[in-house]
């Protein structure tokens, strides 16, 4: 017990290690994109932290078996080369145990990603979406960036704000340009604030200190009106939900559903969680270097076949979805060209004999 505690707290270091990484990774990506939306007024920016966690939960589907199988990797790489391994084959420590060990590991990180993978994910993924349908129903004015002029969806209204105070309320040197009926009318104040009706909840923009001015210079009828208040009724839009993808809709809805999309989208569901403890599997053999080799000798091999493994699920995915292959074979088949490889890695290490023994 004492070793395999050991063994275990080796890959769970390298495990936090290598997941902090590729979430890093990850969350600097989609935090800079969101960023960018919301700098150009696309996304409001009291979402983006809700939109980068829920993103997050749901790029842990396919971060989590990536993670545990480069610290399998790393972590027996590191062994091998430090002759531990051999110390630990002296002691009875063989690839039997190891395997029994690592199966341990994957099927308990298998448990949090079909978790993630058949209810978080599909949770998170429709809670995306309802997010992104209310910052497209968001009014005009209140969508706005600072320094860059935005014309409303019906094109009958442009507005500028040179500066939005910290709380997104209030606003500098402001100016909205409207046509109605034909005549044109310009509002400018050097300030403005927003202010929403307690008894009907309507939106106003209320504008200090500025002046109005309607129709075309020149006119008989242009007028120039000063005032010190002057409120703009904003229109809200009506939240109008997007076509949503597969993977927002929930598992329930899939296996009810005859479609092939559907049951392609549920077998990607599925074959998650398995890739977690085959990779796991495969991690075995495939780190057994020897001690000139070094640490990272069979990293890129291993990050190799993980590539095309992972394409081969998108293969299958696609040809589900096409009608090419039966819904009964699903991606199984994916599962089993990993598995042969598994055991003939096995059997190239340890022999025929071992690998039928442990089979029967």
């Known amino acids: 017990m004492i070793i395999e505690r050991y063994i275990i707290k080796e890959v769970l270091q390298t495990l936090l290690a290598v997941t902090g990484v590729l979430f890093l990774i990850y969350v600097s990506n989609r935090f800079v994109r969101f960023l960018a939306e919301a700098d150009s007024g696309v996304l409001p920016a009291g979402m983006v932290v809700e939109l980068l966690a829920l993103k997050s ?34 002691c009875g420590v063989g690839p039997g145990r190891l395997l029994k060990n690592m199966l341990g590991m994957g099927l308990a990180a298998a448990v949090v990603v079909a978790g993630v993978s058949l209810y978080a994910g599909p949770w998170a993924e429709e809670r995306s979406y309802q997010l992104l349908d209310r910052a497209k129903a968001r009014s005009d004015i209140s969508a706005i960036a600072p320094g860059n002029f935005r014309e409303s969806s019906s094109g009958d209204l442009i507005v500028y704000v040179e500066r939005q105070g910290e709380d997104r309320q209030s606003m500098n040197n402001v100016f ?49 009106i000063e005032y010190k208040e ?32 559907a049951r392609a989208e549920f077998q990607w569901r599925i074959a998650m969680p398995v890739s977690v403890v085959l990779l796991a599997l495969l991690a075995v053999p495939l780190s057994r270097s020897n001690p000139r080799q070094g640490r990272y000798a069979k990293l890129f091999a291993a990050i190799l076949i993980y590539v095309i493994y992972n394409n081969l699920l998108g293969v299958g995915r696609a040809w589900l979805e096409k009608g090419t292959v039966p819904p009964e074979a699903g991606l199984w088949w994916v599962h089993g060209v990993l598995l042969i490889g598994i055991a003939v890695l096995m059997v190239r290490q340890t022999g025929v004999r071992w690998v039928l023994s442990r089979v029967a």
């Open 57 to 90: 939960l749901n790029a842990a589907v396919l971060l989590l078996p990536l993670a545990l199988y480069l610290s399998i990797m790393l972590a027996f790489g590191r062994l091998y080369k430090d002759s531990e391994m051999t110390a630990l084959a002296a």
């Open 176 to 224: 909205i340009q409207s046509e109605k009926k034909g005549r044109q009318n310009i509002i400018a104040a050097p300030s403005a604030f927003q202010r929403i009706d307690p008894s009907t909840g309507d939106r106003f923009v209320v504008l200090q200190n500025g002046f109005r001015y309607e129709g075309m210079p020149g006119d008989a009828d242009f007028k120039i």
């Open 230 to 261: 002057h409120a703009v009724r904003v229109e809200e839009k009506a939240i109008e939900p997007a076509s949503r993808k597969l993977a927002a809709i929930p598992t329930a809805a899939l296996l009810a559903s005859d479609e092939p999309g």
